[in-house]
């Protein structure tokens, strides 16, 4: 089975901080990286697909990007609506979608 | 539009069976997989299992083989997650999922159905 990893487990910041999210799978993935945000009690949503492509209607201060094992998800200038959990998930094994532990992310 | 809408929040007691629902409307029902995720009080996101209304075939995560059962009635356009006899561990958060046509990324989520379970 393949293992996600995420650095770090959590950290704070200040609005309009430059955030950098790490993500490992415990081998090649390819490009089949995935990022979603969730806040709390809200189903998880869709960011970065294929480790680099916006999702229609993210604002462009997200990106991504990696391939193989290592993945970086990057938000240039923090919001104060981006203060969530951060989830990278794989989808190279077909039809079984592993999530990392998350990522979260609070004020300073 | 899509729209996953699940069904509502349960409380149960331990050793009870249960089934949540996830109808799916805004798209053909029976063309794409449908998944579940578990999220425990407090922790992250678990992929569970998948189906394919189309033609029942499903794939579970080793971590919930033989623990659940996903189901589809693709007559209503719903997918469904049961339990047979549920423990205290099974409260959760529990969300149907719907990757794209490539099920490669999943792009809409149901809202939710919160599970209890305590005696």
């Known amino acids: 089975d393949i293992q996600m990893t995420q650095s770090p487990s959590s950290l704070s910041a200040s609005v309009g901080d430059r955030v950098t999210i790490t993500c490992r799978a415990s081998q090649s993935i390819s490009s089949y990286l995935n990022w979603y945000q969730q806040k709390p009690g809200k189903a998880p949503k869709l960011l970065i697909y294929?480790?680099?492509s916006l999702q229609s209607g993210v604002p462009s201060r997200f990106s991504g990007s990696g391939s193989g094992t290592d993945f970086t998800l990057t938000i240039s200038s923090l919001q104060p609506e981006d203060f969530a959990t951060y989830y990278c998930q794989q989808s190279y094994s077909t039809l079984i979608f592993t999530f990392g532990p998350g990522t979260k992310v609070d004020i300073k | 539009e899509v729209q996953l809408v699940q069904s509502g929040a349960e409380v149960k007691k331990p050793g009870e069976s249960l089934k949540i629902s996830c109808k799916g409307s805004?798209?053909?029902?029976?063309?794409?997989?449908i998944g579940w995720v578990r999220q425990m009080p407090g922790k992250g996101l678990e992929w569970m299992g998948i189906?394919?209304?189309?033609?029942?075939?499903?794939r579970y995560s080793p971590s919930f083989q033989g623990q659940v059962t996903i189901s589809a009635d693709k007559s209503i356009s719903t997918a469904y997650l049961q339990w047979s006899s549920l423990k205290a561990s099974d409260t959760a958060m529990y969300y149907c999922?719907?990757?794209?046509?490539?099920?490669?990324?999943?792009?809409?989520w149901g809202q939710g159905t919160l599970v209890t379970v305590s005696s």
């Open positions: 999922a719907r990757p794209g046509i490539a099920a490669a990324v999943i792009d809409y």
């Open positions: 805004g798209y053909s029902f029976t063309s794409y997989w």
């Open positions: 294929a480790a680099s």
């Open positions: 189906i394919y209304p189309g033609d029942s075939d499903t």
